[in-house]
């Protein structure tokens, strides 16, 4: 018991805590007095800021989970940064609320438009709200399960737990695989109601999973530096982290090429204005950036084996990450309110560092409860042993 | 992800990659004296005998094809892509876990691809020579093969480069050279082995040419392994691309049920299924007439299971997708032929491809089944031929119902058809026959390493 005690985070952490509870709460504020004078784009904005920052939540509970089917050491250095950054996800069911009063302001098919039959079955807003509540439950019983194992582990029977959550996370990759897809497409796809690809909830998961292994990194590397971590995250493991970003930046890559190539070369009218709509009027800039800086820069990058060993370069990289995951995304969501003419708002900005600073809050919240590694594990002790390289 | 990284404590706790009790010499005994010692036993000749008549078959049914012409298939308009693209894909697909074991899983270090790793590849190399065959005999001439490589001709016409069979030509004759390479080089040191160890002559010259002069100097094995590492490095990102731009044959056209923004990943997830079920298709006779249950142990064929497992649930993702789109869309042609497929003429063999690929196979979830042997095999074999049907599905439906009603039509496969498949199972059986014989299943020099590092080996 001590001995978790002795890796409880520093006091310094709560200064960060109260930092970010500010920072959230003067970003809101701001928003809401934008919102006096233009209540829709407050809206677009919010959606934003809540799509980004849920995503990171999700793709932690993705990454949890696949660590605890692979048991790998990489996980285990990790394993308490992503269970706080996947209980951040009460956070945001809770901050999805806001929404349900701007859904008229958000989506147009909340409007009497000309739509096929099925979408108005499917896209209607009680449906709409029941699916999220779904989603929410799915998620925060996985997450509260895998927590509650994860506290008893302290007390003892480490191995007997390990194989109750290996045998959830099974059947829970699919599940979340499944609804982190129809909520892709219910929050961001029925943004464009016409338009519609079959890849694109892989394509969501695939960014999820970046944003939360970038964000992963960050905040290890600055934990790793400090009491009482001082020493134990070794360059192997930062060497393993930064091949699963490499491994996830090549599979955003691979995700959005095959969507682009498809749609591109059978240019029909049905799935080509999704692209239309980002092709022009500055959006096209952005996109440009994005193959420039999402995808070829952290590629050659992250091939070096120097930059991923040392952590401060990593750290710097998935930070650079972390931001053009922000543009990915505003380049999906934006340009369906803002088709072919490129814009930003000043409470895009201030609605996702508004957002940010509550999760970022509720995680250290979440975080420094317990000791910043998972001492009651077996696993523990292999994966920090020093090994010769 | 755990080799490098779970040192030998969390790895006690499984169970091993090779049994307990082996040695350097156990190891090198074992294996090759299947090649040298071992008579030709009658089971291997009866075998080798039913796959070579089989192979008689495809040459017959070849034979024919050049005489008569593509005409003796059932392909017509307006289903002209029949069997030949349903087992080209089907073929393509298997050869992808051979790539996967043997390129990724090395740079992933795990061990427990060791001894499943040289016939995974031999298997690769065999299916995609059997791949190879159909495109080739559906270009109608099959003589003039070499239209499809862009080269200054008298005729000054070039290939076109926007379409994705062009792709396909450069995709497949890379990925055969390089899965070739990559297995050869893997078999030098081994070939010096058996060079070492031959009693005749004869196979002493044959090993002897083949061993290329390795010695096995500390020097040979530095180059040995950077070679070995650089050619694992190239062929990782083929695991990926060959099935992609098979999935661009049919995505990058306008073609309901083709085209799919999801086929790319999801057709790579289905080569990888059906790819290790053919691998498990295999392991199970041989490990049990060879006596090889120490070097391919329960948990291989775990292990396999669970990528089996994982890869179905992405291909089941995929045909979830496929359908809510249909119908969410609202596109008349994408909901008449995804309705089509489940109701239509051919709506059998899509039920049937949904027990096989998606029922059935979720019984893997269960230690019980993943650990008993009959289960598996028999679970490999129904994924096999679920795989074939997904693409006999994919190809088939989408053009047997035209765009107008009156240029609606019915394929159904003649008998050459079915020579031509049973053939190439015959000639991909036959070779593999001929590789146990000839050459060590499984690589001898990784066996012996494993040993000095497990600690049961001692």
């Known amino acids: 018991m001590n001995k978790a005690a002795a890796y409880l985070p520093g006091s310094e952490i709560q200064r960060v805590q109260s930092g970010a509870v500010w920072v959230g709460i003067s970003g809101f504020s701001l928003c809401l007095l934008g919102a006096y004078w233009n209540r829709v784009q407050f809206f677009h904005s919010y959606l934003f800021a809540f799509l980004f920052w849920t995503g990171i939540a999700l793709g932690c509970l993705a990454i949890m989970m696949l660590h605890h089917l692979t048991a790998g050491a990489w996980g285990m250095v990790i394993r308490r940064l992503l269970e706080s950054g996947s209980k951040t996800l009460a956070l945001m069911a809770f901050l999805f609320v806001p929404l349900i009063f701007g859904l008229r302001s958000i989506y147009s098919w909340t409007q009497p438009i000309q739509l096929p039959s099925q979408q108005l079955e499917y896209l209607n807003i009680p449906f709409f709200i029941a699916r999220a509540a779904l989603y929410f439950l799915i998620w925060l019983w996985i997450v509260y399960l895998l927590g509650r194992w994860s506290q008893e582990q302290e007390r003892g029977e480490g191995s007997r737990l390990l194989r109750k959550m290996r045998l959830l996370s099974g059947p829970g990759l699919v599940l979340y695989g499944l609804t982190a897809s129809f909520a892709a497409i219910d929050w961001i796809m029925s943004l464009e109601p016409h338009w519609y690809s079959t890849i694109f909830g892989l394509l969501v998961i695939g960014g999820q999973v970046l944003s939360a292994m970038a964000f992963v990194i960050v905040a290890l590397v600055l934990l790793a530096a400090r009491q009482p971590l001082v020493g134990i995250v070794q360059p192997r493991h930062f060497h393993d982290l930064g091949k699963l970003l490499l491994a996830f930046v090549m599979i955003w890559a691979y995700l959005a090429f095959s969507q682009l190539l498809i749609i591109w070369s059978g240019n029909l009218t049905e799935e080509i204005p999704w692209y239309l709509h980002r092709w022009q009027g500055g959006w096209l800039w952005i996109g440009i950036l994005l193959i420039v800086f999402h995808f070829a820069l952290p590629f050659f990058l992250l091939l070096s084996r120097d930059l991923k060993r040392s952590g401060k370069t990593l750290a710097i990289l998935a930070m650079f990450l972390l931001l053009m995951r922000a543009m990915d995304l505003f380049w999906l969501v934006v340009p369906g309110f803002s088709p072919e003419r490129f814009r930003i708002h000043w409470m895009d900005v201030a609605a996702s560092i508004g957002v940010g600073g509550l999760w970022l809050a509720f995680f250290i919240w979440q975080l420094k409860k317990r000791s910043l590694l998972p001492v009651g594990d077996p696993q523990l002790p292999p994966a920090l042993e020093r090994t010769h390289e | ?458």
Not at chain 2, 17 to 40: E, H, N, W
Not at chain 2, 340 to 346: E, L, M, Q, T, V
Request: proline share 6%; hydrophobic share 55%.
């Open chain 2, 1 to 458: 992800m755990d080799g490098p990284i779970t040192p030998q404590a969390a790895e006690r706790r499984r169970p091993p990659v090779i049994q307990p009790g082996q040695t350097y010499a156990t190891v090198t005994d074992k294996i090759s004296s299947i090649v040298l010692v071992r008579p030709t036993t009658p089971g291997w000749l009866a075998g080798f005998l039913v796959s070579f008549a089989l192979v008689m078959l495809l040459f017959y049914a070849i034979a024919y094809l050049l005489v008569a012409g593509v005409g003796i298939w059932g392909v017509n308009i307006p289903v002209g892509w029949g069997f030949a693209i349903v087992n080209f894909v089907w073929w393509i697909g298997i050869g992808h876990a051979g790539t996967l074991i043997s390129a990724i899983l090395l740079l992933l270090n795990q061990q427990w691809r060791t001894s499943i790793n040289r016939f995974a590849e031999a298997m690769t190399l065999f299916a995609v020579a059997c791949a190879g065959l159909f495109p080739l005999l559906h270009l109608g001439r099959p003589w003039f093969f070499y239209w499809l490589l862009p080269y200054p001709n008298a005729m000054g016409v070039w290939p076109q480069f926007r379409s994705p069979l062009v792709w396909d030509v450069f995709a497949v004759t890379t990925y055969f050279t390089v899965s070739l390479i990559f297995w050869f080089v893997g078999l030098i040191p081994d070939l010096a082995t058996l060079r070492d160890r031959a009693k005749k002559r004869s196979s002493r010259i044959l090993y002897g040419i083949l061993a290329m002069g390795w010695r096995g100097s500390a020097l040979h094995w530095h180059r040995y392994q950077t070679a070995y590492l650089l050619l694992a490095g190239l062929a990782t990102p083929l695991v990926v691309s060959v099935h992609t731009v098979v999935s661009f044959d049919f995505a990058v056209g306008i073609l309901p049920g083709w085209h799919s923004t999801i086929f790319p990943p999801y057709f790579v997830a289905g080569a990888i299924y059906s790819g290790f079920a053919m691998v498990l298709t295999l392991a199970i006779p041989l490990r049990a007439v060879y006596g090889l249950e120490g070097f391919i142990t329960m948990r291989h064929l775990e292990n396999m299971a669970k990528v089996m497992l994982a890869t179905g649930w992405i291909v089941a993702y995929g045909y979830v997708m496929e359908n809510f789109m249909a119908w969410y869309s609202g596109n008349t042609y994408e909901g008449f032929t995804a309705w089509n497929r489940i109701a239509g003429p051919y709506g059998p063999a899509y039920w049937a491809l949904i027990l096989c690929n998606v029922l059935l196979p979720q019984l893997l979830w269960l230690k019980r089944v993943r650990t008993s042997v009959p289960a598996l095999f028999v679970l490999a074999l129904v994924i096999n031929v679920g795989m074939w049907l997904e693409r006999f599905v994919i190809v088939i439906t989408s053009l047997h119902r035209d765009f107008l009603p009156s240029s609606w039509g019915m394929y159904s496969p003649t008998r050459w058809d079915w020579a031509t498949l049973f053939g190439s199972i015959g000639l991909f059986v036959a070779l593999l026959f001929l590789f146990i014989r000839f050459l060590p299943m499984i690589s001898i020099f990784e066996m012996r390493e494993l040993v000095s590092e497990s600690p049961a080996g001692d």
